[in-house]
């Protein structure tokens, strides 16, 4: 990698002010706690001055804010610390010796003798022993990453193979931007290559460098794929850093790529591979082996990449990678992003599974820097060790939810691993009930967000006088008080429906599910809740909470295409029944393609038991709801939930509830009919 050069002075390396500066003659690097304002910097001191076979880095004092001095120009860096009983490696600060973890050192090595400004790593510059310090600090980490003249992206060592790699994308992603692939917004990334009219030249352009890059045989797909499971694509605070940088490079080992170019090459790389598998139609593992085939012929290069499934190995360019790449854009040139959006990106269990922060109360401090509602909600780090992650999740939860956010709620069940042995992950019990547990997985609300519109079941419901409210009392009792209509108590369970996206598909289990969703909706006919209509539709819209995916990638209220998919499904089952219509396991995988998006829709309403209330509304509840558990329906909620009465006042959240007939706004009342609920 060439030395990266910036345009400055001698003079411009000084750090002001200098009377703040620290002595190497002093027995600590931190002598005493940073004044307002102010930063740590470090150089990294030639080879010709290094101490032995150590690196030798100087630290010093220097503004940040304007009204705390002139700020020179420097550098930051954005790496991966690595776990905390990794190897460490002794280096010399300030002539006093000092350890850092492997990977730092190996960055610091390789930067070395390559750039002329002092750089900012948190790991030496913020004295990460000084709880106070460290609060401070990281409150203005933000600032930190927009100032600096650039930001290097540190992501390990390098091969020959990432060397190649970055090559090649460099030059794809150089053709990828001046094909116009910045003007694609997210919906044309989701409909390739059916874009705007408008954009159909940048469709053209891209789709003919796409037959370009195939013939030519050169790019490495598979490596890409393996790069993008490197270890930084994972970490909580990189989507600041990265949102943040003014100007930032991506560099492994030796080889460095403008940041742009690299994004724009996978985001490029990302609509190649949807645009091989799009004739296809193939979502989910349904329609792999074929979708395999065809790329063997298409496109030797993906297909190299796809052969990696068949040795359990990830295939696919990494889902966390790519949304986390796309992040920089939605929070540098869209409306930004609320705190509850960006947890929700980060931790809700994808395939690939959430980010990652070693320290649980980074969860969330990873991204006060850029949520645009951070100043809003009035949260700001806090390292004192009296003050431990629960009161920060709480405290969190709290000023979501005073900010009109009740669909966190949803995010407060017991999650599980996406990945072997697939185990239940229990929550924190120190946790209000309300309270999401960050530190452990998070699977996707059945309701979504308000931002994704699926149901709007409190709409009608009078919000006079109605705002939530929190009441936190030390140490951690903290009462969540909602105004809600009540909807009855569960009168009725059926069987447990665990589906599991690593898993088969439980067919059984499922033709069980139906059984009971429509012998519950024959038990509501004499309560009158339902129209014929509704009565006859149920069967097929319960099982999957009424919704679906539609083509283009977004869920939707369940259409015409759920109800056939239904009924093939039904047949399929019905023919399981009868030995001699036994499919063999590769005509199995071609039937399925019928019904797939249906079979989708069922496992997206995870850990269920369909259920019937005391007033004859049908549904679906947590797996953990017993019988005499109440649902009640928040004013403000987008969907109902249940809750289990622990004394006379109180109750604790269970989960979301889906209550066929409700969803939409079908229920209204007056103020009086209202009532306040106590939640713990």
């Not at 100032?147 to 053709?175: F, H, Y």
């Not at 990652?356 to 109360?361: M, N, T, W, Y």
Request: charge should be neutral.
């Amino acid at each position: 990698m060439a030395t990266i050069s910036h345009s400055i002075y001698p003079s411009q390396l000084s750090i002001y002010p200098s009377q703040l500066s620290i002595s190497p003659s002093q027995l600590s690097i931190y002598p005493s706690q940073l004044p307002a304002g102010y930063i740590r910097l470090l150089k990294i001191l030639p080879r010709a001055v290094s101490n032995g076979p150590y690196l030798n880095l100087e630290l010093s004092i220097a503004a940040l804010l304007p009204e705390a001095g002139r700020r020179p120009n420097y550098l930051a860096l954005s790496y991966v610390w690595g776990p905390p009983n990794q190897e460490k490696k002794l280096v010399y600060v300030n002539g006093c010796p000092f350890t850092v973890g492997r990977n730092l050192e190996s960055a610091l090595l390789h930067l070395q003798d390559k750039i002329l400004l002092p750089i900012w790593i948190d790991a030496i510059c913020i004295n990460q022993v000084d709880d106070s310090e460290k609060s401070a600090q990281v409150a203005q980490m933000g600032t930190v990453y927009s100032s600096a003249q650039e930001t290097i992206i540190w992501l390990q060592e390098g091969t020959p193979e990432t060397d190649n790699l970055l090559s090649q994308m460099e030059n794809v992603g150089a053709q990828a931007i001046n094909a116009g692939i910045w003007n694609l917004e997210p919906n044309d990334m989701k409909n390739f290559p059916n874009v705007d009219i408008q954009k159909s030249h940048i469709a053209n352009a891209l789709q003919c460098l796409m037959d370009t890059t195939r013939k030519s045989g050169q790019f490495p797909m598979s490596a890409l794929v393996d790069f993008s499971y490197r270890p930084w694509f994972r970490r909580a605070w990189i989507v600041q850093e990265l949102s943040l940088a003014t100007q930032y490079r991506f560099m492994c080992g030796h080889r460095g790529v403008s940041g742009d170019i690299f994004i724009a090459a996978v985001l490029f790389c990302v609509l190649w591979f949807a645009n091989e598998l799009a004739p296809l139609g193939a979502r989910g593992v349904a329609k792999l082996i074929g979708a395999g085939k065809a790329l063997w012929r298409n496109s030797p290069m993906i297909a190299g990449a796809f052969q990696k499934v068949f040795n359990k190995q990830q295939f696919m360019i990494s889902a966390r990678a790519a949304a986390t790449l796309g992040t920089r854009r939605k929070v540098r040139f869209g409306a930004g992003l609320t705190l509850m959006q960006l947890l929700v990106s980060a931790f809700i269990s994808q395939s690939d599974g959430p980010l990652d922060a070693s320290e649980p109360k980074d969860r969330v401090y990873a991204f006060l820097g850029i949520a645009r509602d951070s100043q809003e909600l009035g949260i700001r780090p806090d390292y004192r060790d009296h003050v431990t992650y629960q009161h920060v999740y709480t405290q969190v939860a709290g000023a979501i939810i005073r900010a009109g956010r009740l669909d966190i709620l949803g995010l407060c069940r017991v999650g599980y691993l996406r990945t072997e042995p697939y185990s239940k992950v229990d929550r924190d019990s120190a946790l209000p009930s309300w309270v999401p547990d960050w530190s452990k997985p998070i699977v996707t609300a059945w309701g979504q967000c308000f931002e994704d519109g699926i149901y709007q079941a409190s709409r009608n419901l009078p919000r006079i006088n109605a705002a939530p409210t929190v009441l936190i009392t030390p140490p951690l009792a903290a009462t969540l008080r909602l105004k809600a209509l009540f909807l009855g108590t569960v009168s009725q369970l059926g069987s447990a429906w665990t589906p599991h996206w690593e898993k088969e598909f439980d067919y059984a289990a499922a033709q069980l599910l139906f059984q009971e969703v429509e012998q519950f909706l024959s038990q509501s006919v004499s309560i009158r809740v339902y129209t014929d209509q509704q009565r006859s539709e149920g069967p097929w819209r319960i099982p999957i909470g009424d919704k679906e995916v539609n083509p283009l990638g977004i869920t939707v209220r369940a259409t015409a295409r759920s109800y056939n998919e239904y009924l093939e499904l039904k047949h399929f089952m019905a023919s399981l029944q009868q030995p001699q219509y036994r499919q063999t396991i590769t005509l199995l995988t071609s039937i399925r393609g019928r019904w797939a998006s249906y079979l989708i829709n069922m496992k997206d309403m995870w850990d269920a038991r369909p259920c019937v209330t005391g007033y004859g509304h049908v549904g679906l509840c947590p797996l953990e709801t017993r019988v005499h558990d109440e649902i009640w329906l928040p004013v403000g909620a987008h969907v109902p939930y249940i809750f289990r009465k622990t004394s006379p006042s109180d109750r604790r959240l269970v989960g979301e509830a889906f209550l066929y007939g409700v969803m939409d706004g079908e229920l209204s009342c007056i103020e009086q009919h209202l009532c306040e609920l106590n939640v713990v």
